[in-house]
């Protein structure tokens, strides 16, 4: 059992480089979730899939697009990438959304450069 | 977007010290959350919180979900070199499916 998993660990982009971020998770959770950290901004929610078939927007989506492409995956994609995007990704996920399955399981993150 | 005010944003502290931070918000939370995030992972839930006024440890950790909720605090007593990380507070209104995060307290420990 392995949680959730992200790949690629590190990536350097050059500005206008496209790229996707995977994310997998094996605990059958419903709901998945995108996140970018920054220093001293916390953890703001670039997009998230309620369930398999569904994404919707969060704080922070402009410059992303993402893909849920059954339950266990769920993908993020820049298109064209600029150095405002440089940041530490992290996928999240959950089980659903009554109190008791109220955790979100985070990834080890994804840290991306874009030059 | 709606945004939680984490105080303090870092703390330097001698190992043996208590700890205490807490996160206050304009709006009512359903829902607080205190996640840990060790150097290079994600992450990881330390203490949820449903009930206004409701408080709750962990070890050595102890959460308590204010009673106007519009704020939480986390205490951590006794301070281990392990605690060193950043301390992130969540809230989630009712029916909501997201969560809201706040800056985040930086956690140093001299030994």
């Known amino acids: 059992n392995a949680g959730v998993t992200q790949t690629p660990k590190f990536q350097v982009l050059k500005t206008g480089q496209s790229m996707t971020l995977q994310c997998a998770q094996d605990?059958?959770?419903?709901?998945m979730y995108w996140y970018r950290q920054d220093p001293g901004m916390g953890l703001r929610l670039i997009y998230y899939s309620a369930s398999e078939g569904t994404t919707d927007k969060g704080e922070v989506p402009n410059g992303y697009n993402v893909s849920r492409l059954n339950k266990r995956e769920f993908s993020l994609r820049l298109e064209s990438a600029a150095p405002s995007q440089t940041s530490v990704y992290f996928c999240a996920s959950t089980p659903g959304h009554s109190r008791s399955t109220d955790t979100q399981y985070f990834g080890p993150g994804t840290r991306l450069t874009v030059l | 977007g709606q945004q939680l005010n984490q105080s303090p944003q870092s703390m330097f502290i001698q190992e043996g010290e208590d700890v205490s931070m807490n996160c206050t918000s304009s709006s009512i939370f359903n829902t607080w959350l205190w996640y840990k995030q060790d150097p290079g992972e994600g992450p990881v839930l330390l203490i949820a919180l449903y009930k206004a006024g409701e408080l709750t440890s962990n070890g050595r950790l102890t959460a308590q979900f204010g009673i106007t909720r519009k704020d939480s605090f986390l205490n951590i007593s006794a301070s281990i070199p392990s605690d060193v990380g950043i301390y992130f507070c969540a809230g989630r209104y009712q029916g909501a499916q997201k969560l809201v995060f706040g800056q985040g307290t930086r956690l140093t420990i001299n030994p």
């Open positions: 605990m059958n959770h419903n709901s």
